[in-house]
């Protein structure tokens, strides 16, 4: 029963990540530090195996939203946990 309580706040916290900075990007205009932020990640990285060629890449865009949305997701998640 942990495990899946451990999942699904996880996809609590990511869930409210992604409202965050996509609630951040929409109110720009009017709050425009919510959308500020700091691009992380990894340019394409290139595997060739003369068969197939991947490439990964990964890009993290953290905001001031997407950081109030994860906090306050993860509180909303503790609060349902306690409550348990």
Do not use: C, E, Q
């Not at 996509?22 to 959308?35: A, M, Q, R, T």
């Not at 290139?46 to 001031?64: A, E, K």
Request: glycine share 14%; charged share 20%.
């Amino acid at each position: 029963m942990g495990k899946r309580r451990g999942k699904i706040v996880f996809l609590i916290v990511l869930a409210g990540g992604i409202i965050g900075a996509i609630l951040g990007h929409v109110l720009k205009d009017i709050v425009p530090i919510l959308d500020k932020g700091l691009k992380v990640g990894t340019d394409s990285l290139s595997l060739n195996l003369y068969l197939i060629d991947i490439s990964f890449g990964i890009h993290i865009n953290i905001t001031l939203g997407a950081i109030i949305g994860l906090l306050i997701a993860f509180l909303l998640a503790d609060v349902g946990r306690r409550r348990s």
